[in-house]
């Protein structure tokens, strides 16, 4: 069975400066791979996913992210934090094999992004 | 991307009532889920609404407790049933775009607090 893990409920960052916000996942075969970010009282919204080919994948609002298959990583980055990334950052898995758990898509505890002006 | 509708947005219930959210898709999509995002929590997916069979729920749902429909492609319902406090979630029906690699698409979601 998949599994992700955000090992840090909080994440601080001064306006300006690069932001990280970790993620280590587990499938029993290959992995696809997503971020997304959740605003007060909305809904998710994707902001990028890693499917296969280059590592380092682009997203929206400037956002990267790092496929690192050794380390089982999906570290989402961004060179210049804002105020308004202020929000709840969600990775999530889903295993490429259909046949294992199908097509469902299982979320991390999700990581609250608070960057100060 | 598919533009997910649902009703209703919020609603307080009171204990031992049943609630229906309705999520409406504005394209037809093979794949809709539904997922329980708990206060200050993950999500857990309830379970994946099958056209046209019964849904295949995840470990620790039931369908006498959250009976699913989905009738046709863009279409689904999910009911609350016997609701007790600890109902008191979001509710968020989602899709995914292309089945093969496709992320998620997520409705609004439906806030219920159970009294």
């Known amino acids: 069975a998949q599994s992700v893990a955000q090992p840090e409920d909080q994440v601080n960052v001064a306006e300006g400066n690069p932001l990280t916000v970790k993620c280590t996942y587990s499938v029993s075969g290959n992995p696809y791979l997503f971020w997304y970010v959740q605003y007060p009282n909305r809904g998710l919204q994707f902001l990028l996913k890693?499917?296969?080919?280059?590592?380092l994948v682009k997203g929206s609002y400037g956002f990267e992210a790092e496929f690192n298959k050794s380390q089982t990583s999906f570290h989402l980055k961004k060179p210049s934090a804002l105020v308004s990334d202020s929000a709840l950052y969600f990775c999530?898995?889903?295993?490429?094999?259909?046949?294992?758990?199908?097509?469902?898509?299982?979320f991390g505890a999700g990581t609250r992004l608070f960057v100060k002006a | 991307s598919a533009v997910i509708s649902q009703k209703p947005s919020r609603d307080i219930c009171q204990r031992g009532t049943s609630l229906t959210i309705q999520c409406q898709v504005d394209?037809?999509?093979?794949?809709m889920f539904w997922y329980r995002q708990q206060p200050g929590q993950s999500l857990t997916l309830i379970a994946t609404?099958?056209?046209?069979?019964?849904?295949?729920?995840e470990s620790g749902f039931v369908i006498d407790k959250f009976p699913i429909s989905r009738p046709n492609l863009t279409f689904s319902t999910l009911t609350v049933s016997n609701m007790s406090p600890e109902d008191s979630s979001i509710y968020l029906c989602?899709?995914?775009?292309?089945?093969?690699?496709?992320?998620?698409?997520f409705g609004e979601g439906s806030r219920l607090t159970v009294l």
């Open positions: 999530a898995v889903r295993d490429a094999h259909v046949g294992t758990g199908g097509f469902k898509t299982i």
């Open positions: 989602s899709v995914v775009d292309s089945p093969n690699t496709g992320e998620l698409f």
């Open positions: 890693y499917i296969t080919g280059d590592n």
């Open positions: 394209s037809q999509v093979t794949m």
């Open positions: 609404a099958n056209q046209g069979s019964e849904a295949t729920y």
